[in-house]
Nanobody, 124 residues
Framework: VQLVESGGGLVQAGDSLRLSCAAS????????MGWFRQAPGKEREFVAA????????DYSDSVKGRFTISGDNAKSTVYLQMNSLKPEDTAVYYC??????????????????WGQGTQVTVSS
């Protein structure tokens, strides 16, 4: 599976952005997709996850109520709608895919494939 993120950019606090992650290759075997982020000097952290069927979603406490993850199976694309952005949301955002329902969805090690990342910068 190949994953390509897009939609990052520079915005002001309070603005919105929508990230996209286009999957190609063996997408029919994907069990779930996730979004993670990594700020400078910090470890990569979980943001949101969705099962490929779209039946289940989850969010980190830091983004719950502001971010929404969704998917379009016909386009093999997962989205992350980010509203009410804060400077602390500044990070490189990565999407990831997992084939198996083993391991917690918020763990980096549970995912098999990763995109190259897209930069999101929120100015105050």
């Amino acid at each position: 599976v190949q994953l390509v993120e897009s939609g990052g950019g520079l915005v002001q606090a309070g603005d919105s952005l929508r990230l996209s992650c286009a999957a190609s290759g063996r997408t029919f075997s994907i069990y779930a997709m996730g979004w993670f982020r990594q700020a400078p000097g910090k470890e990569r952290e979980f943001v949101a996850a969705i099962t490929w069927s779209g039946s289940s979603t989850d969010y980190s406490d830091s983004v719950k109520g502001r971010f929404t993850i969704s998917g379009d199976n016909a386009k093999s694309t997962v989205y992350l709608q980010m509203n009410s952005l804060k400077p602390e949301d500044t990070a490189v955002y990565y999407c990831a895919a997992r084939y198996y329902n083993s391991g917690a969805h918020y763990l980096i090690g549970s995912y098999d494939y990763w995109g190259q990342g897209t930069q999101v910068t929120v100015s105050s």
